[in-house]
């Protein structure tokens, strides 16, 4: 077990970084060695989310502390780049035929680039869609910086993001039992939405982003993705978007896509071009879970063509619903485990703790999160579903969501992260070339090749559309690369 004393050793190769620059903006090259501490309670898994060790009891026997998150075990010792602050916002129902519409002032002046009215991500950003959205804006924060580093050596491309959030979520879907049935009480921070009786929000953060190099681009349209980035993939007829007509689902896609995947594609190219290397023009991306693969230490590997596409390998998280007949579920925790997590990260708890569910009490304390059931490998916390055994309480919980093995090019990048006092912290690692069709090559880094990455982040318990967003900032353009040591 790791205590909370223990700073991991140089667990990687030792790298040299290089900056982030903003479109026509060159950055002084500064370098920072980072090692990050690890600081994991747990009960017997490198990757428990944690609490301080000094929790307060309360007067019904649980606890209330503030807590961590740590799922930095194993991440590469760094020497980064300087570090850059790009702004993310809130991007309503702005859309890739909007920005090119009579609509959009800038309308005109697309093809100079988003530079010219806002400066990429510095001067108001927030602007963009600001009053073109069909309810109100969620979440309540205008902007969000995210701070980025990179960095690479022989082998990998390495990226640090940061950014601010209250509170973390961990936890994506829940079940409440009620006394003789699990019922599910979560839902989702959207307008309209408000918990009473027992709902609680429970959405996970995530952050995504999409990069292509510097010589590729979508191929249609007088939108670039270096400069428009994700908006490049949102059109007006996706969901919840103004032409959506609510009767399938449609998500992002490319307007040189298939013509049966959106109203706004042409058909000039498809998946089946990206998967057979006929084309390079796609948005690789990145699509980080604080639920569904942080504890993992993976993330969903993908690209935006027909759609926004899973790269081809099984897919590792799943979710659980009640047995229509026996109103049982799939998976528990395993009562072992829950003794120990308990035991080492709410001491002075009086409840019962060897038990299959979340206690009611530790929940509220980890800030309405309950750990994702991971049902094998190293940080096993789960056991098949057994009634005849399982024992919890009226007002425990099980979250909905579990995860597998992670396996194949859908895992290709790793993703360690922590939150602590309201900052969520994430290093990327992937090999600079997988041999992947679907994957961008990043060896041309080492060379002065520039790629553009765009960046989006959810938090406070929202999905689909409520999110920040940034424009493209730009990596390796023009040779400001410090060199990789041998």
């Not at 002046?109 to 988003?114: A, E, I, V």
């Not at 796609?282 to 993908?302: C, E, K, Q, V, Y």
């Not at 024992?391 to 090019?409: A, C, K, Q, V």
Request: with cysteine; net charge negative.
């Amino acid at each position: 077990m790791m205590n909370n004393e223990k700073l991991y050793d140089a667990l990687g190769p030792e790298v040299e970084a290089f900056p982030f620059k903003r479109r026509a903006t060159v950055l002084a090259v500064l370098l920072a060695s980072t090692v990050l501490t690890t600081g994991c309670l747990s009960s017997g898994s490198d990757n428990d989310p944690i609490v301080d060790d000094d929790p307060i009891d309360d007067d019904d026997g649980g606890t209330a502390s503030a807590f961590k998150v740590d799922f930095m075990t194993g991440a590469p010792t760094v020497t980064w780049g300087e570090a850059e602050t790009v702004t993310a916002f809130r991007p309503a129902q702005a859309s890739y035929e909007y920005l090119d519409t009579g609509d959009h002032s800038g309308a005109g002046m697309l093809t100079s680039g988003c530079s010219g009215c806002h400066d990429t991500n510095a001067n108001n950003p927030s602007q963009v869609g600001a009053e073109r959205d069909e309810a109100a804006l969620t979440p309540s924060e205008e902007t969000v910086p995210i701070t980025v580093q990179a960095a690479y050596d022989a082998e990998n491309f390495y990226l640090k993001a940061s950014w601010d959030t209250p509170r973390p979520g961990i936890t994506h879907d829940l079940f409440r039992y009620d006394g003789s049935a699990w019922e599910k009480v979560s839902m989702y921070n959207e307008p309209g939405n408000e918990p009473t009786g027992n709902q609680r929000f429970s959405a996970e953060d995530r952050f995504a982003l999409m990069f292509m190099p510097a010589s590729q681009d979508i191929g249609v349209g007088d939108i670039s993705f270096h400069d428009g980035g994700c908006f490049t993939t949102c059109h007006e007829d996706m969901d919840d978007m103004p032409e959506w007509d609510g009767s399938t689902a449609t998500g992002k896609y490319l307007a040189s896509s298939s013509t049966a995947n959106g109203d706004y594609a042409d058909g000039s190219s498809s998946d089946a071009a990206v998967l057979d290397g006929t084309t390079d023009s796609f948005p690789d991306m990145w699509h980080f879970r604080g639920a569904r693969s942080a504890i993992i230490n993976t993330l969903t590997d993908g690209y935006v063509m027909d759609g926004r596409n899973n790269d081809d390998s099984p897919n590792f998280y799943h979710a659980q619903n009640p047995d229509d007949t026996t109103g049982d579920l799939e998976y528990m925790y395993d009562a072992t485990w829950m003794e120990g997590f308990i035991a080492d990260n709410f001491p002075d708890y009086e409840g019962e703790t060897r038990v299959n569910a979340l206690p009611a009490a530790v929940y509220d304390a980890i800030e309405n999160n309950a750990p994702t059931l991971v049902t094998a490998g190293d940080n096993q916390n789960a056991v098949a579903f057994d009634a005849a055994t399982a024992n919890f309480e009226e007002g425990d919980y099980i979250p909905r969501r579990w995860l597998s093995e992670e396996t194949g090019s859908r895992t290709d990048v790793k993703a360690y992260s922590a939150w602590e006092d309201g900052t969520w912290t994430v290093i990327f690692e992937r090999p600079l070339d997988t041999g992947n069709e679907d994957d961008h090559a990043l060896s041309g880094i080492a060379n002065g090749e520039g790629f553009s990455f765009a960046f989006a982040a959810h938090q406070d318990n929202t999905v689909h559309r409520w999110h920040h967003v940034t424009f493209p900032i730009t990596v390796g353009l023009n040779g400001d690369i410090v060199p990789a040591a041998n």
